[in-house]
């Protein structure tokens, strides 16, 4: 099979990359005519086995503005899995007639189990709960279009930190940049898990604090990215009804905020950023919508790019082949039965290996 590169995870791509990817995102905003036939006669594939409107048309309406053509389906009802077909042979099979592929799908690494069968680049649009890397490459243009940099910032992250994956990456691709420090804003039993502390915050030497409450922090920060709280993840009722106005933003508690601090959320909104803001020039969370389809563009140019050239970076760790079994449930190996198992060593210093596919810690594998 082909080498090509693919997009699973923000951990794919290199710093460098990233900045060069902001960098084309930039240019494409200020000059939409000159990109308009970039991608002529290329088509992109859309599989969404698990509906995400939002982030399928943002990639259609990305590569339409590249002048190039997509075909896809937006459920798995739409598409031959429902007739008992494996993703593994759809990839296979779609990818002999699209130049680029993206994929939705609700099983942890499936986009990974995919590029094994695939001659084109995949970028992952969403493994279950696991990894959304155009996601976390919208906030940071946002952050980068607003502030005029990814550095030297104080960013307040607010919800729930301990499941929501989207901030995980976020950490991860922010704390590659010098002189940012976070303030992780949640209740205690939604806090940042230790693998985040151990496997990225720690070995960047990042500076972080905790704080319980929107307003004992907000003076202080650069931005303030907001994510959803679901009262199901709460111990109980009485702990949820205490403490769910302490992580709604609205106009009043902006009114400790610096005048220049941005305030991002990845959408749809529940009830964590009250309407009465919308207007205030700080709430980027619109624009971070539109953000998404000029770095869609750039990451499609860029993938399409590389596999033009051939261009395949070697993996950046040591992989080990079927010496355990992943036990996560919502993994892809456990719904894909001819999948080799891969695992990593993630973290030297309490010899943590973890699954490729999903990430979840798996049994030391010897
Ligand atoms: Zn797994």
């Not at 460098?16 to 902001?22: G, P, T």
């Not at 599989?47 to 990639?59: A, G, I, K, N």
């Not at 929501?164 to 992780?184: D, K, P, Q, W």
Request: charged share 25%.
């Amino acid at each position: 099979m082909k080498n090509v590169r693919h997009l699973f995870d923000i951990s794919d791509l290199t710093t460098k990359e990233i900045d060069e990817l902001l960098r084309v995102a930039e240019d494409i905003m200020m000059n939409r005519g000159k990109y308009a036939g970039a991608c002529a006669r290329k088509k992109l594939a859309t599989l969404f086995f698990e509906p995400s409107t939002r982030t399928r048309l943002s990639f259609e309406a990305a590569m339409q503005e590249l002048g190039g053509s997509t075909l896809g389906f937006a459920s798995a009802e739409s598409s031959s899995t429902s007739k008992g077909e494996s993703v593994m042979d759809t990839i296979r099979t779609v990818s002999s007639y699209a130049d680029i592929i993206v994929m939705r799908h609700p099983k942890e690494g499936a986009a990974l189990a995919a590029s094994q069968r695939s001659v084109v680049p995949v970028i992952n649009a969403g493994d279950g709960g696991h990894c959304h890397p155009t996601q976390t490459l919208a906030d940071l243009l946002t952050i980068k279009h607003y502030h005029g940099r990814v550095k030297k910032l104080r960013i307040g992250i607010c919800g729930d930190l301990k499941f929501g994956r989207t901030v995980h990456s976020l950490i991860n691709a922010l704390t590659r940049y010098e002189n940012n420090s976070f303030v992780m804003i949640s209740p205690p039993e939604l806090g940042i898990p230790n693998y985040v502390q151990h496997e990225i915050l720690s070995p960047r030497k990042a500076e972080w604090t905790t704080c319980q409450n929107i307003e004992d922090c907000i003076g202080s920060l650069d931005v303030l990215y907001m994510t959803r709280i679901q009262k199901e993840r709460f111990q109980s009722v009485e702990d949820y009804e205490r403490l769910k106005n302490c992580y709604v933003l609205d106009a009043a508690k902006m009114m400790a905020a610096k005048k220049k601090m941005c305030v991002l959320h990845p959408l749809p909104r529940v009830k964590e950023i009250s309407v009465d803001m919308d207007d205030d020039p700080r709430a980027q969370y619109f624009t971070q919508v539109t953000n998404g389809k000029f770095m869609r563009m750039a990451l499609i140019l860029k993938f399409l790019e590389d596999a033009d050239k051939g261009y395949c970076p070697p993996p950046a760790r040591e992989v080990i082949k079927n010496k355990f079994i992943c036990e996560n449930p919502a993994c892809v190996t456990n719904a894909e039965s001819d999948l080799v198992q891969l695992c990593t060593l993630r973290d030297a210093t309490h010899n943590v290996y973890r699954c490729e596919y999903c990430e979840s810690k798996v049994k030391k594998p010897f």
